[in-house]
């Protein structure tokens, strides 16, 4: 996400360097590709002149310090600017409420289904214990779809056969949950069109009904400044509290998420990415603005490392590795946990000077693929034993996973020069691998 506007940015700075300062002269010419930057990723017109002209105010005359070029000096104010553009701080869910209700509305294939499926796993992380509700009764296979969802993450699902009437849904799936002592309920609505006035009076009359503690308005992001424009419609009818932004992973220029909260001055709460449940992330304003920028997000890259790996299976993980027993089993097993953070480009771009290297690369989950199936093609003698795998174990290997005798030789030849290295780090005061190996490394 955000690639081209990030590199029409990475491109605006470079008229800084070689400057000792910041002037009048070298701060105009910027700015004005940083505005036709944002304009091109669609944003606004006037926001995008407004949080310019605040750049260009701050800019203007500062004196670069000791080590800090004036190309950096603007990539900070830019990055604080954008960061307030878009919210300042991260602002949570409102769960309060014995249960806690979450109304999603939002347009037709916005993805208001699958994020509530993602809300529910995100949520039971914390503990907490969930129903969802089935309230759009219009769209065929709907409330399929989310019987499908909560059975996936173990979440119960509330619908009423035949029933036309999401209200009556909405207060009996709120009666059960209060009955089963349920925390939060999580109603799924109809996605309706902005100018259908009988849809929207619908959601007006559900949100005053049930009383929810936290509405959302779900959008798809790569329908742009419509976004944008369909979020402040929807607010001035319902009220919202907060902006959940969808597909983020797709071709989108990202405008919606630097301006819609100047709109609507209501808080960007959730991004998805992807049709995977744990495709969500909590938005960080000052996270995102750092990506836009291509500074990376690493915070986020460990938060979800920290998420993904086992603590005691790490130790344990450890142990084998001081002992050189390290095998193919437990790189299988860091492989799934690693798969686990969620896309592998998408978590590349995380590491700081990544994101534009990545560009053009096509890399995935199953990048893996080849990998694994070698893996699966070997003996649990040879799983055990790498270093007992001779050639005529290399040879069935390949022949078992459609891979070529070259491969499986590449990936027991590194395999074993990681583990190597692996051993010494693990060694006193060369530090401990607390959270496994890197497989990106094998690709």
């Known amino acids: 996400m955000f690639d081209n506007l990030s590199e029409r940015l990475e491109g605006a700075f470079k008229t800084l360097k070689g400057q000792g300062r910041i002037s009048d002269i070298n701060v105009a010419q910027t700015v004005k590709e940083i ?3 944002l304009v091109d990723a669609d944003v606004n017109y006037k926001i995008a002149k407004e949080v310019t002209d605040r750049i260009k105010n701050e800019a203007i005359g500062q004196k670069v310090i000791s080590s800090v070029s004036p190309g950096q000096s603007l990539v900070k104010i830019t990055s604080d600017q954008l960061t307030t553009l878009m919210g300042g701080q991260e602002e949570g ?3 309060g409420g014995d249960p806690a209700i979450i109304l999603l509305s939002g347009l037709q294939g916005s993805g208001k289904t699958t994020f509530a499926g993602k809300l529910a796993k995100h949520l039971q992380k914390s503990g907490k214990s969930i129903i969802l509700v089935a309230g759009d009764v219009y769209r065929p296979a709907a409330i399929d779809q989310l019987k499908v969802v909560g059975e996936s993450i173990g979440v119960p699902v509330f619908s009423i056969e035949g029933s036309k009437d999401p209200i009556k849904i909405a207060k009996e799936g709120i009666d059960l949950a209060k009955k089963d002592k349920k925390k939060v309920v999580i109603v799924d609505t109809a996605g309706r069109l902005a100018v259908d006035e009988d849809m929207m009076k619908e959601i007006e009359d559900l949100k005053r009904s049930i009383q929810p503690s936290e509405t959302l308005f779900v959008v798809d992001s790569m329908t742009g400044q419509d976004a944008v424009n369909t979020a402040k419609t929807f607010n001035d009818r319902i009220d919202f509290d907060g902006v959940v932004l969808t597909k983020l992973d797709g071709d989108t220029r990202g405008g919606a998420a630097i301006s819609i909260r100047s709109v609507v001055n209501k808080p960007i709460k959730f991004i998805g990415t992807g049709e995977k449940l744990d495709g969500i992330d909590v938005f960080h304003p000052d996270r995102m603005a750092q990506r ?4 990376g997000d690493v915070v986020s890259l460990v938060e979800r490392a920290q998420q993904a790996f086992d603590e005691e299976q790490a130790q344990k993980l450890n142990k084998k590795l001081r002992q050189n027993t390290f095998d ?3 790189f299988k ?4 946990q690693v798969k686990k953070m969620g896309n592998i480009k998408d978590l590349m771009g995380m590491i700081p000077g ?6 053009d690369v096509d890399i995935d989950n199953d990048s893996f693929s080849p990998i694994i199936a070698m893996i699966d093609s070997m003996t649990p003698f040879e799983r055990e034993k790498p270093d007992m795998i001779d050639g005529s174990r290399r040879r069935r290997i390949a022949a ?3 891979n070529s005798i070259q491969e499986v030789n590449k990936l027991i030849k590194q395999f074993s020069q990681m583990r190597a290295m692996m051993k010494k780090m693990s060694k006193p005061g060369k530090g401990k691998f607390r959270g496994g190996v890197n497989p990106l490394a094998m690709n």
Do not use: H, T
Request: aromatic share 4%; glycine share 16%; hydrophobic share 45%.
């Open 35 to 37: 505005r036709r930057a």
């Open 93 to 95: 869910i409102n769960l």
């Open 292 to 295: 836009i920028l291509g500074m």
């Open 328 to 330: 193919f089993n437990d």
């Open 333 to 336: 097993s860091q492989i799934a």
């Open 354 to 359: 990544m994101g534009k290297m990545m560009k």
């Open 400 to 402: 078992g996973s459609g």
